[in-house]
């Protein structure tokens, strides 16, 4: 189970997408927490590039940015072969249906609404990610 912290997985790295400093802090104390590398993109675009400069072994894309939103960045990875099964994990404040169905027709493994909640968090990446 998730909340058991043998089957966390640590060490991971991951790209975090995200423009916001509040959203930002909180994802990467988290994150701190599972000892994971993590890799920071600002907008959509910084997301691809840095994507392909670190091969990160999981994303996690806020979908509304500058420069090239969340979606676009999602659907152009996933273009790419090497990305055609990294997981990605949409952090969206639109918590409805429609919302979510919008992340996953672009491709994103799933959808995790804002404020994204520890628990939350912690069990997306059980899901998504090996334990080390």
């Known amino acids: ?9 640590t060490g991971n790295k991951i790209l975090v997408a ?21 890799v920071i993109a600002r907008n959509g675009q910084e997301a691809i590039d840095l994507a392909l400069a670190d091969k990160p072994e999981l994303i996690i894309m806020d979908i509304s940015m500058p420069v090239m ?41 799933e959808h995790l609404p804002k404020p994204i909640q520890t628990k939350e968090l912690f069990e997306a990446l059980s899901r998504n990610l090996p334990v080390n």
């Open 69 to 109: 939103d969340g979606l676009e960045a999602t659907r152009r990875l996933r273009e790419m072969e090497e990305f055609s099964a990294v997981p990605i994990l949409a952090l969206t404040a639109s918590a409805g249906e429609e919302g979510r169905e919008k992340c996953l027709d672009a491709g994103c493994t």
């Open 1 to 9: 189970m998730a909340s058991d912290k043998n089957n966390i997985p």
């Open 18 to 38: 995200e423009d916001n400093d509040v959203n930002l802090s909180m994802l990467l104390e988290m994150l701190s927490i599972m000892n994971h590398k993590v």
